[in-house]
T-cell receptor, first 111, second 114 residues
């Protein structure tokens, strides 16, 4: 599985757009990029997944450049309830998918 | 909303006791997983299962054992609990035919061994 690197923590204010970038230099051709969100004392929750270019859903957008060596999770107009840990995962559809969560990015949204 | 349940949510127990953490899902998922997570730390995969009668150890060595007799049920057992087993245990499940298999997590069991 490709190793990922993301900032340990980020701070933001309510109403701002937050962009969390993840580096995955050794991503393989068949690897997808997935982001999960985890609130304290809860299990992670799937946010978004993509392979290339841009993916958008009701929660977030995921931007993936052409070389796919990085990706950016964009959270529009964050609120206090977006305070959580965000994990970037990379893996492909090759047999059993063991997800490696890493340390994630701890986002703190302040009033 | 994911239908995956874990019981108990919290457990405080003395050293040497045998415990079983329950995990059940009603989504018919073939794949199930157990993760261990200390507060503020990474999730570590300790067990996983492809389906009934299939279990494998994960990346983090664990003294716990699991069984998968029914699709919906994936219990984790510690034969003799120790303080080093104090942690949060998270169960998850996923379908077999999706790319990267989005995992649905239960609420977790916070175990404290005295």
């Amino acid at each position: 599985l490709a190793k990922t690197t993301q900032p340990i923590s980020m701070d933001s204010y309510e109403g701002q757009e937050v962009n969390i970038t993840c580096s995955h230099n050794n991503i393989a051709t068949n690897d997808y990029i997935t982001w999960y969100q985890q609130f304290p004392s809860q299990g992670p929750r799937f946010i978004i997944q993509g392979y290339k270019t841009k993916v958008t859903n009701e929660v977030a957008s995921l931007f993936i450049p052409a070389d796919r060596k990085s990706s950016t999770l964009s959270l529009p107009r964050v609120s206090l309830s977006d305070t959580a840990v965000y994990y970037c995962l990379v893996g492909g559809n090759t047999g059993f998918q063991k997800l490696v969560f890493g340390t994630g990015t701890r986002l703190l949204v302040s009033p | 909303e994911a239908d995956i349940y874990q019981t108990p949510r919290y457990l405080v127990i003395g050293t040497g006791k045998k415990i079983t953490l329950e995990c059940s899902q009603t989504m018919g998922h073939d794949k199930m997983y157990w993760y261990q997570q200390d507060p503020g730390m990474e999730l570590h995969l300790i067990h996983y299962s492809y389906g009934v009668n299939s279990t494998e150890k994960g990346d983090l060595s664990s003294e716990s054992t699991v069984s998968r007799i029914r699709t919906e049920h994936f219990p984790l057992t510690l034969e003799s609990a120790r303080p080093s087993h104090t942690s949060q245990y998270l169960c998850a499940s996923s379908e077999s035919d999706q790319v990267l298999n989005e995992q649905f997590f239960g609420p977790g069991t916070r175990l404290t061994v005295l």
